[in-house]
């Protein structure tokens, strides 16, 4: 499958974007009267997706990209922000691998050494994360991974992969109850045969409700799905514009796959017509997405803003 990239223009990609505080507001479960904050508290997620091995920067070529990109710069921006702020939370939407000679050589260990370095907390599985292997994923995971692999809709029973990855998991930060799942792509026809081995592929709307419902019923704050199914597209196939429709309990869907750059997150109505935020960030660890939310005494919850990153040597925060 050949992936359309959704290229910005420079001024975009430096462009942030605002949602207004009450534009996304989810009525919590019915709780006990000592179940609200004694005031209200901030979270703030990052995230990336398809980030594709991309090391180092954009050569300065006079491209569109030169200079975007690059571990060492998206590792100083997330650290400048998490001197800011006290209650940050970091993921990755698959496709880490693939994409410079890096992998070709490395197989994935720089990768997933920079994320340990740079203390993501989650990050799901994308079809090109396949690309060397099921064993030579596990081996790199083993060995270096600091983070979990989140996904709810493979069956790794009986590869390299079984018992390396979990359904979700749920994160806690200053007394807030994150609740984290994720879902990938259907592999067959995308994904060689002998790269998958016997991996089933699950329902990825099937399987999320499943969760998230569980999640729900741990009284979790805040539902997050790491989702490389793909932002949405022209013809009948799984999305997260589709996901999001069909879903009851998630929150906020974090994408990929579709290397699409969203200037602001999407807003879709679920099966209970509440609101559920969709956001992607393109490809190529260009940008990296913010999301501050803001959970009230009563804890209700609300997106107070959101912007889009460009990652480069110059920031502005």
Not at 16 to 44: C, N
Not at 155 to 171: A, L, N, Q, V
Request: net charge positive.
């Amino acid at each position: 499958m050949k992936i359309e990239l959704n290229m910005l223009s420079r001024r975009k990609f430096i462009s942030q974007s605002a949602l207004a505080a009450g534009s996304f507001l989810v009525t919590p479960s019915l709780a006990g009267a000592a179940d609200v904050f004694a005031s209200a508290r901030k979270l703030t997620i990052l995230h990336t997706n398809d980030t594709h091995s991309r090391i180092y920067p954009f050569p300065m070529d006079g491209s569109n990209n030169q200079g975007l990109g690059g571990v060492a710069p998206r590792s100083e921006l997330i650290k400048i922000i998490r001197n800011k702020e006290d209650n940050v939370l970091l993921f990755d939407a698959g496709d880490i691998f693939q994409g410079t000679p890096y992998f070709n050589i490395f197989k994935g260990e720089p990768e997933i050494k920079s994320m340990t370095g740079m203390a993501y907390h989650a990050a799901t599985i994308g079809n090109h994360d396949f690309d060397a292997g099921l064993q030579v994923l596990r081996d790199q995971l083993d060995r270096h991974a600091s983070f979990p692999m989140i996904i709810c809709n493979y069956d790794f029973t009986g590869t390299p992969m079984e018992g390396k990855t979990i359904p979700y998991k749920i994160f806690k930060k200053n007394g807030l109850k994150i609740g984290v799942t994720g879902v990938g792509i259907e592999l067959e026809g995308l994904v060689a045969s002998n790269l998958i081995e016997s991996t089933k592929y699950l329902n990825p709307i099937s399987r999320a409700n499943e969760v998230a419902s569980e999640l729900k019923r741990q009284n979790c704050d805040l539902i997050v799905c790491l989702s490389h199914l793909g932002y949405k597209y022209s013809y009948n196939k799984v999305s997260d514009v589709i996901l999001a429709k069909e879903s009851e309990n998630i929150d906020l869907i974090i994408g990929g796959h579709t290397h699409t750059f969203l200037e602001k997150p999407d807003v879709i109505k679920n099966k209970k017509n509440e609101d559920v935020l969709i956001n992607q960030v393109g490809w190529a660890g260009i940008q990296l997405g913010r999301l501050d939310f803001i959970f009230e005494k009563n804890r209700k919850k609300s997106l107070s803003t959101s912007s889009s990153i460009l990652v480069t040597k110059k920031y502005e925060i």
